[in-house]
């Protein structure tokens, strides 16, 4: 399984609007269907299922993959991880 935690001081509609970047860049690279369930964006497809969750100052992705995406398991982590730290907290790309 593969948790990353994604600190925030973003308001309730822009940490969703972050998690849909999230989403979106997930379902075309992985073919992922991604719905809500409050705070908590669920997404899935044969071999890959998961979360992300949003807090107030904090986003918690957890990714399940089955045995084919497995020996992706870093590469996959290091995009997500990435891509969250982007969206998640913008000022940290003008450094």
């Known amino acids: ?12 509609d822009a940490a969703h609007a972050a998690a849909r970047q999230v989403a979106d860049k997930l379902a075309r690279e992985l073919g992922l269907t991604c719905r809500w369930q409050g705070d908590v964006l669920r997404f899935s497809k044969s071999g890959v299922d998961g979360t992300l969750t949003l807090a107030a100052a904090e986003a918690r992705m957890q990714i399940r993959l089955g045995f084919l995406y497995g020996a992706f398991a870093s590469t996959i982590r290091a995009k997500v991880a990435e891509k969250m730290r982007k969206v998640f907290v913008p000022e940290a790309d003008t450094h």
């Open 1 to 12: 399984m593969i948790e990353i935690i994604q600190s925030h001081d973003l308001t309730p």
